[in-house]
């Protein structure tokens, strides 16, 4: 591509088309650029491609339905933060694609199956560090029991 060309347009002088889930990711690296919560509005300012404030806003509430970022309203408008770092929102993406599979043993034994040794390894290590599945983590509170008073960071109301 010759210097001062558009990255958004193909080499036919058509805009390009993005490939599945770009677009989401390159909101979501916006979102974590701003080191805390930013507007869709900042969001779109970050993006190339003009693309509409109502498209910026659409992908964020697609985002906020996955859990990959978290809202909280500013007067008429919300504010958007990262939900979870990198790691995190892989993790996310695995389990969704875990749970859309009819049969999760043959996937998980097929996945296994294709670690490379050092890989396999640190799972094997991971999985021998939580325990037996579905026993609680030792260090994890439980979510279903309320946090004490007197517990640090409880404050009257906060639940």
């Not at 193909?10 to 974590?32: F, M, S, T, Y």
């Not at 003009?50 to 919300?78: D, E, F, M, P, Q």
């Not at 991971?126 to 007197?150: H, I, K, M, Q, W």
Request: charged letters at 25%.
């Amino acid at each position: 591509m010759s210097p001062g060309a558009d990255a958004s347009l193909g080499a036919d002088g058509r805009p390009r088309k993005r490939g599945q889930g770009e677009l989401e990711a390159q909101v979501l690296a916006a979102v974590r650029a701003g080191g805390g919560p930013v507007t869709a509005g900042w969001v779109r300012e970050r993006l190339d491609g003009g693309l509409a404030l109502t498209t910026v806003i659409t992908v964020l509430s697609r985002l906020h339905a996955k859990n990959a970022v978290t809202r909280t309203r500013a007067g008429r408008s919300y504010t958007w933060t990262n939900a979870s770092d990198e790691a995190g929102l892989a993790a996310l993406r695995m389990r969704r694609v875990l749970d859309g599979e009819r049969d999760r043993e043959a996937v998980l034994a097929r996945f296994v199956s294709a670690l490379s040794p050092g890989d396999e390894e640190r799972l094997r290590a991971l999985l021998s560090r939580t325990g037996p599945v579905g026993s609680p983590d030792p260090d994890a509170s439980d979510p279903a029991e309320p946090p004490r008073p007197d517990a640090p960071g409880h404050a009257p109301g906060n639940r």
